[in-house]
């Protein structure tokens, strides 16, 4: 009998990165533009060691970088390499399925707004012909890892 072994993919392999509630609410913040340290613990609710923990993940991970802001005493910042800013889609699609499935009678407690002036409702398109692309329309193209059979 065949043992079955895990799916190689890269959703688990970024879960292993961002895939715990506090690195991912230090990354929004970072995108809301709060980057230092005692703000984030501030605006998250996190533990000390905890965020310690996930900022050095994500700095070792090539998400964050750390920046110094003050000598004396030693200060650092947080800033999003290029692969941070490449995961604002995916913090902007989970903030609005809780907008709206969670957000309950008073709302959504953060409303975005486009450069455009309209509000912000991030959608999934695809690169190639600009369509819409919804659960089911999209395939596995090659047999990879084992995802296909």
Known sequence: MATAQP?????????????????????????????????????????????????KTLTGAGILERRPYSEHPARFEYHL?????????????LMAWGDKYLAGEDG????????CGHRFVPQLTCQACGETVQYGQARVAAAASGWAR
Do not use: Q
């Open 7 to 55: 799916r190689t993919c890269s959703i688990a392999r970024t879960l292993d990165v961002i895939g715990e509630k506090w690195a991912l609410l230090a990354l929004r913040e970072v995108f809301l533009g709060n980057r230092r340290f005692d703000e984030m613990v501030r605006r998250t609710g996190a533990p000390r060691d905890t965020l310690t923990a996930r900022l």
């Open 81 to 93: 390499t290029p692969a941070g800013r490449d995961l604002y889609p995916v913090i902007a699609t």
């Open 108 to 115: 959504p407690p953060l409303v975005l707004d486009h450069t």
